[in-house]
């Protein structure tokens, strides 16, 4: 990633003039003493947005009285705090509830991403001159735009020990098709007080170059005298106008030669210093990583950073991006959204406090708004500014416990309505800024907000030593790099009897049971020797893993082996699967009349995700290829989400090896057949987003992409892509 500072003619033409010109405010400071003891008790703040509109039930507020339409399949959990429950997606973080101030009446009453997001980006519904923003989702206006919360805290609360006083991690928050969402910048401050934004993937192996490589021509010696030669330009620009300008630059200009040549600045963001296991505990994938990175930054010295939630392939063309749940609302919360929120921020905090760092690092998290109490006709929730659930944790807060109520059915506040300008005059306050603070913009004051200071979040720690044990259950450490299917050579799993067992994520139908072993069926995992070692694969068909044939099949009875594809997005799907076969030789030769194979690509037709409930979207016929080599088969598709007229995605998809027995109906046993066996021995899914743009990764614009410019979806299969082996993936071999 680049780090880009403004050039001193783009300083003159985008407000840098006028940000250097504002300065002091204009109210008399009250006295610290009548402003409260927690007041100014943070020396940082990390928000994390939950960029979508996270669901209270889901997360912070379930409802298990309210109506199965309402409440949805998910139980509540009891937290470490008596009388405080989570929804048991967060098994992980109930177990910090003592340490967080859970805020379950948060409002904004607008229903629309980018005015509601503005309101908690900026702590208002106004822009410049105290008109309304109104309802919209239209992209920022730096003209008119409120200063961000960032901007604002960046401006009045400069950091002393790091270059940067504000930061944005790992990339703005856009609307779809791709536009910016206003309020994340300076606004009517200018330019020069825009947040740094670090557009970043920290779960990469060479992200470390992405940030602070520098270009190799450009050494520390001549970054120095660059400096040294800027510095004297800068003396010729030192009085007037020009040089107020001239300072806001060399503002800048010092951030930069600061970041590249001073230790501090720069180790911030070498994560590879930290300890593998930390980083795991993490989670290694974009969000977890940029936490931990938000981590560093606060030890650095950064005023303010922002995490938000970020983006995935294909995010930019579907209608259920980010947290914005409006279908599959229990799919992606359960696979996609909650585990890593639930490992990340835990970690998170757990990190800050075992440092010593929470006690003066304000931690906040918020979304756009709420969502919907009822659960629509697609199994998602839609926006709901009426009421949402965040959480404060950290330096000055008072917690292990409930601030603000939600009804029974999470509709509207029934306690404390909180509105984000009070939100914003609380984080102010603790940040050591008095709420009625004014500034000074283009000669005219602006009061940076309207909003009271919520005195119930205010505290030390706990407010009650009590504790009990914290519900859900917690597994192994998810993992985050999976592609669209998992298990691919079905290798985990656990054993039912013998070398039979069933693998992990795979279903198979009718699967392989003990107690008709040779019957038509699935063994999703089957330990096959292989020289001197021991490989796994699934098998279709009858007398498996070397047990007697035996049982009736129907005409019309199917074998499947079959998985549901995780987190779909629109985009091009390939599925292939690598097939061996084996068969007495009746059986071989009575099998084109007998059965019908294929893999296919399908979707499911109703929320339950019942593998018998399915429609085929794409299939590819083929023949077993009796005692002759293996081969691999493909079936491709581009499948669209409702957004794109399709629909395909709406309910869920999935990939399927299928075996039908299409002839009159055979007894096994007395049919002369001892075995038919089909060895799946491999099966794996490519994904290739439909926002997919190779130029656009294409840096070097030489055609080709290397590791460092391959997307994560293609760094995760680079080796399998680059079949010529020469370390480059061509056009053709990501379409391939």
Not at 494 to 514: D, K, Q
Request: neutral net charge.
């Amino acid at each position: 990633m680049n780090i880009v500072f403004p050039t001193r003619r783009r300083m003159l033409q985008s407000g840098g003039l006028a940000a250097a010109l504002s300065g002091i405010p204009l109210a008399a400071a009250r006295n610290t003493n009548t402003l409260g003891p927690q007041f100014g008790r943070a020396r940082s703040c990390v928000l994390v947005f939950l960029s979508g509109g996270h669901p209270q039930h889901e997360t912070f507020d379930p409802k298990p009285r309210a109506p199965a339409e309402l409440r949805g399949p998910f139980q509540p959990i009891s937290t470490n705090i008596p009388g405080i429950q989570y929804c048991e997606l967060l098994p992980r973080i109930s177990r910090i509830a003592d340490r967080l101030c859970t805020i379950r009446s948060l409002a904004t009453d607008d229903n629309t991403h980018g005015s509601s997001a503005y309101y908690y980006y900026t702590g208002t519904n106004k822009v410049k001159g105290g008109l309304p923003l109104g309802k919209t989702d239209r992209a920022a206006n730096r003209l008119t735009d409120w200063p961000s919360l960032a901007s604002v805290i960046g401006k009045l609360k400069p950091a002393s020990r790091s270059p940067f006083s504000s930061v944005i991690l790992p990339e703005l928050i856009l609307n779809n098709p791709g536009y910016l969402f206003a309020g994340q910048d300076g606004g009517f401050m200018g330019r020069g007080w825009d947040p740094q934004v670090f557009p970043c993937d920290p779960s990469r192996p060479e992200y470390e170059t992405d940030i602070l490589g520098m270009v190799n021509e450009v050494t520390g010696p001549r970054l120095a005298r660059r400096r040294t030669l800027l510095d004297r330009l800068g003396d010729r620009f030192a009085t007037g106008q020009r040089g107020q300008a001239a300072a806001t630059f060399g503002r800048h200009m010092r951030h930069a030669f600061e970041v590249l040549l001073s230790g501090p600045a720069r180790e911030a963001f070498e994560l590879d210093r930290e300890n593998d296991s930390l980083r795991d505990l993490y989670g290694r994938n974009k969000f977890g990583q940029s936490l931990l990175l938000a981590r560093r930054l606060v030890e650095s010295g950064v005023r303010f950073v922002q995490v938000n939630w970020p983006r995935e392939p294909g995010d930019l063309s579907v209608g259920n991006p980010v947290w914005d749940t409006h279908f599959d609302n229990t799919g992606r919360c359960r696979d996609t959204l909650c585990p890593p929120f639930d490992l990340g921020f835990s970690t998170f905090i757990d990190d800050l406090d075992q440092r010593g760092l929470l006690e003066d690092t304000l931690v906040v998290v918020l979304g756009d708004f709420g969502r919907t109490p009822k659960i629509n006709k697609n199994g998602g929730r839609d926006h709901w500014g009426p009421v949402m659930s965040g959480v404060l944790a950290g330096a000055g807060v008072a917690t292990g416990q409930v601030v603000g109520a939600s009804d029974r059915n999470g509709s509207l506040p029934s306690e404390h309505r909180i509105p984000p300008e009070d939100l914003s005059a609380t984080i102010f306050h603790l940040m050591g800024i008095d709420p009625e603070t004014h500034i000074e913009v283009s000669g005219r004051p602006f009061k940076i907000t309207s909003g009271q200071v919520v005195d119930e979040v205010l505290g030390s720690g706990p407010v009650t030593d009590a504790r009990t044990p914290a519900g859900g259950r917690i597994d192994r450490l998810p993992d985050f790099n999976r592609g669209p299917i998992s298990n691919e050579t079905f290798t985990v799993g656990r054993t039912i009897e013998g070398s039979v067992g069933h693998a992990e994520n795979w279903v198979g139908l009718p699967a392989w049971a003990p107690l008709q072993p040779g019957g038509f069926c699935v063994a999703s995992r089957v330990a096959v020797e292989s020289g001197k070692r021991v490989r796994h694969e699934a098998q279709i068909g009858f007398g498996l893993a070397g047990h007697a044939a035996g049982g009736r099949i129907d005409t019309g009875t199917r074998a499947v082996l079959a998985q549901e594809i995780y987190n779909q997005r629109p985009g091009r799907y390939k599925f292939t699967v690598r097939l061996a076969a084996e068969a007495d030789p009746h059986a071989a030769k009575a099998w084109a009349t007998r059965f019908r194979a294929r893999i296919a690509l399908f979707r499911f037709t109703d929320l339950t995700r019942d593998m018998t409930r399915t429609a085929e979207l794409a299939s590819t016929p083929f023949t077993p290829p009796f005692g002759e080599a293996p081969i691999d088969v493909s079936v491709g598709r581009l499948l669209k989400d409702q957004q794109g007229g399709g629909g395909e995605l709406l309910k869920g998809i999935g990939v399927a090896v299928i075996v039908e027995h299409t002839g009159p109906p055979l007894d096994i046993a007395n049919s002369g057949f001892t075995s038919a066996i089909l060895h799946v021995q491999e099966a794996r899914v490519r994904f290739l987003p439909r926002d997919f743009s190779f130029a656009s990764h294409d840096e070097n614009r030489d055609g080709q992409l290397d590791r460092t410019e391959a997307p994560r979806f293609l760094e995760m299969a680079f080796d399998r892509l680059d079949t010529n082996g020469d370390g480059y993936l061509s056009p053709k071999e990501v379409d391939a």
